[in-house]
T-cell receptor, first 115, second 111 residues
Framework: KAGVTQTPRYLIKTRGQQVTLSCSPI?????VSWYQQTPGQGLQFLFEYFSETQRNKGNFPGRFSGRQFSNSRSEMNVSTLELGDSALYLC??????????????FGPGTRLTVL | DQQVKQNSPSLSVQEGRISILNCDYT??????FLWYKKYPAEGPTFLIS?????DKNEDGRFTVFLNKSAKHLSLHIVPSQPGDSAVYFCAASASNNDMRFGAGTRLTVKP
């Protein structure tokens, strides 16, 4: 089985721009979660999508949004980028079979740098 | 709000000795706990987990201990190997699948 893939792997943007990151989960997985990793802060939960619906949401401003498509692929969008948005953005998928909780499998991440 | 805390940002141990990584949590609703290992330029990989109905789970060199009354869990690696050098994240989840991670502990195993 192919693992979780994320594109692009690296991205450089300037303040005020917007960015869209993509995540393809493991085949058959219906849950996709997004995390932001910054030094010293660990993995901060952004949101989780399941069957095209946002099921859980972390404490991030509305500039951070996401969506999930019918094939379970997910995108994350950050509008009006700020310097502090520079981070590694990780996507994780799980099968979410109903036996809580499922183990999450992570992609390699997208390294976003905001200049 | 940091519901999961790893208070040691780094740990260094000698090869062959025991590594003990600690994690504390504040949310009593958490009922499932996991440890992930992360190498540079890679996403975290699942290592071991424990349900709140247990106090110990073992998988080869890795053992996780859970103390619910203290809201504390630990990961023991015995014997430690240089290849274990990585950042270890503790994670906790309530039944709604909302998973929270700690800040991570960088383990260095010296040959």
């Amino acid at each position: 089985k192919a693992g979780v893939t994320q594109t692009p792997r690296y991205l450089i943007k300037t303040r005020g721009q917007q960015v869209t990151l993509s995540c393809s989960p493991i085949s058959g997985h219906r849950s996709v979660s997004w995390y932001q990793q910054t030094p010293g802060q660990g993995l901060q939960f952004l949101f989780e999508y399941f069957s095209e619906t946002q099921r859980n949401k972390g404490n991030f401003p509305g500039r951070f949004s996401g969506r999930q498509f019918s094939n379970s692929r997910s995108e994350m969008n950050v509008s009006t980028l700020e310097l502090g948005d520079s981070a590694l953005y990780l996507c994780a998928s799980s099968s979410s079979t109903g036996v809580p909780p499922d183990t999450q499998y992570f992609g390699p991440g997208t390294r976003l740098t905001v200049l | 709000d940091q519901q999961v805390k790893q208070n040691s940002p780094s740990l260094s141990v000698q090869e062959g000795r025991i590594s003990i990584l600690n994690c504390d949590y504040t949310n009593s609703m958490f009922d499932y706990f996991l440890w992930y290992k992360k190498y540079p330029a890679e996403g975290p990989t699942f290592l071991i987990s424990i349900s709140s109905i247990k106090d110990k789970n073992e998988d080869g060199r890795f053992t996780v201990f859970l103390n619910k009354s203290a809201k504390h869990l630990s990961l023991h690696i015995v014997p430690s190997q240089p290849g274990d050098s990585a950042v270890y994240f503790c994670a906790a989840s309530a039944s709604n699948n909302d998973m929270r991670f700690g800040a991570g502990t960088r383990l260095t195993v010296k040959p």
